[in-house]
């Protein structure tokens, strides 16, 4: 606790993605924040400028540090080299995904088409981390450039059968739960969040003490 009184807690927010929640059904001015761990926090900002501006600020930060880790100093140019190409990867891995599809409808042999499925659902799992990462770059170039968030909705169709029913059967399909469905996949990822919660017990410094941490959502 610091002097004031108020709670301050620190979290992981590296490659991080930070959208309004206007649906929430008690609270006012709510956003959420996914992590590259695969941890979803909501907050409730003071006010609707205050949660804009925290949003900017997030994504600003993550795209700066993001620049930082790859030695690059422009990091506008950065974002929309990494924009061009994660379109370039979507195209071929769907070309290819297709391609495999078109394959499977003639194969009939149990291993044979066993394997072409293994490799369907990887290149959907591909897909849906290069969309997240495409969804991710536009949000942190809006930020740095004043102009409109990207639409969700172009993400969310993005999400692959599997991930649309394990998604809704927790009731909770958005960009946050996919964001973090995504990369609950990565197990370097997994690995340093545990190595991050040990050091966290360790140090409590603290963050958004202009926000109050919704527990209970």
């Given at each position: 606790m610091e002097q004031n009184g108020l709670p301050r807690y620190a979290l992981f927010a590296e490659d991080s993605i930070v959208q309004s929640v206007p649906e929430h059904p008690k609270k006012e001015n709510v956003f959420c924040l996914s992590n590259s761990f695969g941890d979803v926090y909501q907050f409730q900002a003071t006010?609707?400028?205050d949660l804009e501006n925290w949003v900017t600020a997030i994504?600003?930060?993550c795209a700066s540090l993001f620049a930082k880790k790859l030695g690059k100093e422009d990091t506008v140019r950065l974002?929309?080299?990494?924009?061009?190409?994660?379109?370039q990867k979507i195209d071929m891995d769907s070309k290819m995904?297709?391609?495999?599809?078109?394959?499977?409808?003639?194969?009939s042999d149990p291993k044979n088409r066993k394997a072409i499925e293994n490799q369907i659902q990887q290149w959907e799992?591909?897909?849906?981390?290069?969309?997240?990462d495409l969804f991710r770059?536009?949000?942190?170039?809006?930020?740095?450039?004043?102009?409109?968030?990207?639409?969700?909705?172009s993400l969310l169709a993005a999400a692959s059968r599997p991930s649309k029913l394990a998604l809704g059967r927790l009731g909770i399909f958005?960009?946050?739960?996919?964001?973090?469905?995504?990369?609950?996949?990565?197990?370097?990822?997994l690995r340093k969040r545990t190595l991050s919660l040990s050091q966290r017990v360790r140090n409590k410094k603290g963050l958004f003490s202009?926000?109050?941490g919704l527990d209970t959502l």
């Open positions: 006010s609707q400028t994504h600003s930060a974002l929309k080299n990494q924009t061009k190409s994660l379109f995904k297709k391609m495999a599809e078109l394959q499977l409808s003639i194969v799992q591909n897909l849906e981390k290069f969309n997240m770059m536009r949000c942190y170039l809006a930020s740095l450039q004043g102009g409109e968030l990207p639409n969700p909705k958005s960009v946050s739960s996919f964001h973090a469905l995504i990369c609950s996949r990565d197990e370097a990822a202009s926000l109050k």
